[in-house]
């Protein structure tokens, strides 16, 4: 496992299921439902977070990673970030550049700041995006390809800006339901020809031009809302899913996918799971 190390090293991320060979996760160890900001939040206001089993999943979900050979660094929580681990929402990977986001929910703002520092400590640049909502969750990537979610938390106005910084690539506006919180919960990208979608977020002409670029396999609205969509590749088919998606599950592996099941039923209280928790620092 990764400590603070002054070693610097170069940032690289090119798609959504290259291996994975470094990330930045943050146990849950402050995890609560404090502020309700997403519709999974509401289900589970009243019941909450148990904290023990959430470290218990996390640590699970790590030990899986590193097992798959995944350099895995930790970051430190703090009290008031209830919601900081979901680390890939307050930043990005694009090519070579890490992207620090913009976070739209006043009770997440400032967790950037803790990736900011880790960063400055190792030496890794990074890019700050302005002031504009922008939040990772919203982003995926496949190669010269990148799909950019719109809603409350992500602002159309990003995408001159991002554009600017990635003149390469193809940045396409998704937009969506937001009551579904982010693009990661409704699409993502499993290959360069295969991708999960729960359709009843998006629109049918915003589901054709997906079409146009993947082969769109349907999530039920049962397993949307167990955050079956948000699977997190790690390279050569293997992916990590919930064994209660188990509609999921199955259509992934009739198409050779290699499932590694990890109960994640605590911290999808919060609205998130695999993909939300795993910020990409290289992809190979």
């Not at 930045?24 to 289900?43: D, G, H, W, Y």
């Not at 979608?197 to 079409?211: G, R, V, W």
């Not at 039923?265 to 799971?273: L, P, V």
């Amino acid at each position: 496992m990764s400590a603070h190390t002054k070693e610097s090293f170069p940032a690289r991320c090119k798609s959504e299921y290259a291996p994975l060979r470094r990330a930045v996760l943050c146990p849950p160890r402050f995890m609560a439902i404090k502020e309700v900001i997403n519709t999974v939040q509401e289900s589970y206001k009243d019941e909450n977070i148990d904290i023990k089993k959430a470290l218990s999943q996390h640590s699970a979900f790590v030990e899986a990673l590193q097992a798959n050979g995944v350099d895995v660094v930790l970051l430190e929580p703090a009290p008031q970030f209830p919601e900081q681990v979901f680390t890939r929402d307050i930043s990005f990977t694009v090519s070579q550049k890490i992207f620090l986001g913009a976070m739209a929910s006043e009770i997440r703002q400032g967790e950037e700041e803790k990736l900011k520092g880790w960063l400055e400590d190792n030496r890794i640049p990074f890019e700050r995006l302005s002031g504009s909502p922008m939040e990772g969750g919203d982003v995926l990537l496949d190669h010269n390809k990148l799909f950019v979610g719109i809603s409350s938390r992500t602002s159309e106005q990003v995408i001159q800006e991002l554009q600017q910084n990635l003149p390469t690539h193809n940045i396409t506006p998704i937009p969506f339901n937001e009551e579904y919180l982010h693009l990661d919960c409704v699409f993502n990208i499993l290959s360069p020809t295969e991708a999960l979608i729960f359709p009843e977020a998006l629109s049918s002409k915003t589901i054709n031009q997906l079409a146009d670029h993947y082969d769109l396999i349907r999530v039920s609205r049962e397993e949307q809302f167990s955050l079956g969509v948000n699977v997190l590749s790690i390279g050569n088919k293997r992916v990590f899913s919930q064994p209660q998606n188990a509609g999921v599950n199955r259509q992934l592996a009739s198409r050779g996918y290699q499932i590694i099941e990890v109960d994640f039923s605590e911290i999808i209280k919060s609205g998130g799971a695999f993909r939300c928790c795993t910020m990409p620092l290289v992809r190979d």
